[in-house]
């Protein structure tokens, strides 16, 4: 009768406000820090779309100091924009030099023009120079935005962009890449979409309807970049684009020594197959950098991160909150202490080049 009575009073269910208790009895670790000092080797200092006031989204200080708190010693900024924005960001933190270190943005505008080769030459030596500046960062507008006089869709592997990719390794400049999306987001936005909420939250952020785009075109895309630029060292961003199927990022490692990947904003998929991951880190110790996707001004995702990575707990949220990605919590993988200090913190010095006194 009582089931009866709600569906007569309920006739929908918000699914955004859709937060149930778990009534599973299990061990709750909390970790503040880690078991080593890290480097966030993927954060956000400036905006989140061009033009976005972002100072006044974060105090510095107030970043900084929490940054310490929770043990990171260094925090890599990714410009997603222009040099503009660049500039903007250190004004905003100036007083804060020894957190940061920074990874330029590229203006790729103008890409089909004769001195196109010229201006990426010139922004990638302004990149060398700047002792702040540890590397550069293509956001996925190449690729999934940018087009040509005629209307085309750029492409990562177009001839154009090979001063880039040549140039940067020439100078020793890492290259993150962010390529794709989740596959989800190349789906429909309906029931049998597993990140429904999320892209109830951000339909900007579905793709079902650019029947231009495909994931797996974008992926074909990145992996014969990576081979044709072995000299270049690559850090694709979200776990090689592709968090929720491991097995494809070990083939990714496997077959190019050049590419790194990184945990930024994908604790939701790791997260829930952390046996698969354990191996994974397990079997390219060397090729996985900590990153969370930080953008100044949210809450500090650490001790989430932490909690998957140390404990063997079970069944957890993946962050503050709980349906941000997904209706489903996270278990912990429990990484021996040697693989830990390489994912916090040897990793990421050894692909930025980064001088960090422990």
């Not at 269910?13 to 966030?40: C, I, K, M, W």
């Amino acid at each position: 009768m009582r089931l009866k009575l709600l569906r007569r009073k309920q006739k929908s269910v918000n699914l955004l406000a859709y937060h149930p208790r778990s009534q599973l009895a299990v061990p709750e670790t909390v970790l503040t820090q880690g078991a080593f000092p890290a480097v966030d080797a993927h954060l956000h200092l400036g905006p989140r779309y061009p033009g976005e006031p972002f100072e006044e989204r974060y105090d510095p200080e107030l970043l900084a100091r929490g940054l310490e708190k929770a043990g990171i010693l260094l925090g890599v900024d990714l410009e997603l924009f222009s040099w503009e924005s660049f500039r903007r960001v250190r004004r905003h933190t100036a007083g804060y030099k020894q957190y940061f270190r920074f990874c330029a943005p590229v203006d790729l505008q103008g890409f089909e023009e004769p001195d196109f080769e010229r201006k990426v030459e010139e922004q990638l030596l302004r990149a060398a120079e700047a002792p702040e500046i540890c590397g550069i960062k293509i956001w996925k507008d190449l690729g999934m935005e940018l087009r040509g006089k005629e209307g085309r869709l750029a492409k990562l592997t177009d001839e154009c962009f090979s001063p880039l990719w040549k140039q940067a390794g020439k100078l020793g400049l890492p290259v993150v890449l962010h390529v794709a999306d989740p596959p989800a987001f190349f789906e429909p936005a309906d029931l049998r979409n597993e990140r429904l909420p999320e892209l109830i939250r951000y339909p900007m952020w579905s793709y079902a309807d650019r029947k231009e785009l495909s994931f797996l075109g974008l992926l074909s895309q990145q992996e014969e970049l990576v081979l044709r630029y072995p000299d270049t060292v690559f850090v694709i961003a979200h776990m090689g684009s592709w968090a929720s199927n491991l097995d494809y990022v070990e083939g990714l490692l496997a077959s190019h020594p050049n590419v790194y990947v990184d945990t930024a904003a994908v604790l939701s998929e790791i997260g829930r197959q952390p046996r698969r991951f354990r191996a994974l880190a397990e079997k390219f110790p060397e090729r996985i950098l900590f990153g969370t996707d930080l953008f100044g001004g949210d809450p500090l995702p650490y001790s989430y991160y932490y909690r998957f990575l140390e404990t063997e707990d079970e069944y957890f949220p993946y962050g503050p909150d709980e349906s941000a990605q997904g209706f489903w919590r996270i278990y912990g993988c429990g990484l021996p202490k040697e693989l830990l200090k390489k994912l916090y913190l040897e990793n990421a010095k050894q692909v930025f080049h980064l001088e960090i006194k422990t």
